[in-house]
């Protein structure tokens, strides 16, 4: 069993930043992918990032230039420092980690809104 707590969500202004966390505990040595989805009120859950347990990242096209993902190993923290936010960013955020099994794993979600 893995299990993830994210932190770091809260209120932006258009163009301001904010750095997401995903404390991961567990079954850590088990983890083999990290990475984080978003879902907006009324829309599908949808992939943000991807980083891999060699360290190679993937990002949605419209996140693309604006965020990072990142992982410390050593303190088992994913992170997704997010820059130049859109209203459009707003959203729940989740941390997913999945496991050398295939077995996804979530977090509770933290919400980021983005607005003047």
């Known amino acids: 069993q893995v299990q993830l707590v994210e932190s770091g969500g809260g209120l932006v202004q258009p163009g301001g930043s904010l750095r997401l966390s995903c404390a991961a505990s567990?079954?850590?040595?088990?983890?083999?992918?990290m990475g984080w989805f978003r879902q907006a009120p009324g829309k599908q859950r949808e992939w943000v990032a991807l980083?891999?347990?060699?360290?190679?990242?993937n990002y949605a096209d419209s996140v693309k230039g604006r965020f990072t993902i990142s992982r410390d190993n050593a303190n088992n923290t994913l992170y997704l420092q997010m820059n130049s936010l859109k209203p459009e960013d707003t959203a729940v955020y989740y941390c997913?980690?999945?496991?050398?099994?295939?077995?996804?794993?979530w977090g509770q979600g933290t919400q980021v809104t983005v607005s003047s």
């Open positions: 567990g079954s850590i040595f088990s983890i083999n992918a």
């Open positions: 980083i891999s347990s060699g360290g190679s990242t």
């Open positions: 997913n980690a999945v496991e050398r099994s295939n077995r996804n794993y």
